[in-house]
């Protein structure tokens, strides 16, 4: 088989150990074992540089790979990150090959397919996008354990208004939570297209709260006030990211 490459390297990833095996020529090769601290990454780094390298790659696993990505391609190694499932596609390895060797023999008969990796400030922007979506949907879970609070409370105000974190809904909360249980009262606070429905908001207001269910409504209110705070802000860093 044509050897693409007489110099290449293959990476293979775990959470605290990367096996790298370098072929130096056409027959040499050598094998070490690098920790995953940044020191290591960077004596990796060196190591390719010395052994002048026209090739890396190493498997995508996991979020393990990252981090060696980053610090590779800040030291100017450019690097081929691959899929697991596409390496144990191709055909033809011994079972005594260590799979930093397999992937290293691939790179150099150029077998491998490359994934695409994002610049370095899409991966950044793509990081900061699902962590807020993930601050959203924990948000969502919170509001859902105050429907379930509010429930047991026989306080039916999820079946009057459609949004339980609208503005009204959220002002009558913190008034519960306060100690307020006269409907009178919190029926008032009612604002907008809501104002219609002050009958329906006083019979559903009516239940039995007890001092264990506000207690557990103030941190949850609470918890979605952080959370509410946080979306912000990632909104913010994420309108600066995608417009410096």
Same mark, same amino acid.
């Given at each position: 088989?044509?050897?693409?490459?007489?110099?290449?390297?293959?990476?293979?990833?775990?959470?605290?150990?990367?096996?790298?095996?370098?072929?130096?020529?056409?027959?040499?090769?050598?094998?070490?074992?690098?920790?995953?601290?940044?020191?290591?990454?960077?004596?990796?780094?060196?190591?390719?540089?010395?052994?002048?390298?026209?090739?890396?790659?190493?498997?995508?696993?996991?979020?393990?790979?990252?981090?060696?990505?980053?610090?590779?391609?800040?030291?100017?190694?450019?690097?081929?990150?691959?899929?697991?499932?596409?390496?144990?596609?191709?055909?033809?390895?011994?079972?005594?090959?260590?799979?930093?060797?397999?992937?290293?023999?691939?790179?150099?008969?150029?077998?491998?397919?490359?994934?695409?990796?994002?610049?370095?400030?899409?991966?950044?922007?793509?990081?900061?996008?699902?962590?807020?979506?993930?601050?959203?949907?924990?948000?969502?879970?919170?509001?859902?354990?105050?429907?379930?609070?509010?429930?047991?409370?026989?306080? +039916? *105000?999820?079946?009057?208004?459609? !949004?339980?974190?609208? &503005? %009204?809904?959220?002002? =009558?909360?913190?008034? $519960?939570?306060?100690?307020?249980?006269?409907?009178?009262?919190?029926?008032?606070?009612?604002?907008?297209?809501?104002?219609?429905?002050?009958?329906?908001?006083?019979?559903?207001?009516?239940?039995?709260?007890?001092?264990?269910?506000?207690?557990?409504? +103030? *941190?949850?209110?609470?918890?979605? !006030?952080?959370?509410? &705070? %946080?979306?912000?802000? =990632?909104?913010?860093? $994420?309108?600066?990211?995608?417009?410096?």
């Amino acid at each position: 088989m044509e050897v693409m490459y007489e110099r290449c390297c293959g990476i293979d990833v775990h959470k605290n150990m990367l096996m790298v095996c370098i072929f130096v020529g056409a027959r040499k090769k050598e094998i070490r074992e690098f920790g995953t601290m940044t020191d290591d990454i960077i004596e990796l780094s060196r190591w390719i540089k010395e052994t002048d390298c026209q090739a890396v790659a190493m498997e995508s696993t996991g979020v393990y790979w990252k981090p060696v990505y980053n610090i590779l391609e800040s030291e100017g190694i450019e690097t081929i990150v691959v899929n697991a499932q596409h390496i144990k596609a191709v055909p033809g390895r011994k079972t005594d090959v260590k799979d930093a060797e397999w992937i290293a023999d691939l790179v150099r008969h150029g077998l491998v397919k490359s994934s695409y990796v994002p610049n370095r400030e899409q991966r950044e922007l793509r990081e900061m996008v699902r962590y807020r979506n993930e601050i959203v949907n924990e948000r969502a879970r919170e509001l859902n354990r105050i429907q379930a609070v509010l429930e047991g409370a026989n306080i +039916k *105000l999820a079946s009057v208004v459609s !949004d339980i974190s609208c &503005k %009204s809904s959220m002002a =009558m909360l913190r008034a $519960i939570i306060n100690g307020t249980t006269d409907v009178e009262s919190l029926s008032e606070l009612a604002e907008g297209k809501l104002i219609h429905k002050i009958p329906e908001l006083k019979k559903a207001l009516k239940g039995s709260i007890r001092f264990h269910q506000m207690q557990m409504l +103030k *941190l949850q209110m609470e918890h979605i !006030d952080f959370l509410t &705070k %946080s979306i912000e802000e =990632m909104d913010a860093d $994420i309108k600066k990211k995608r417009n410096p």
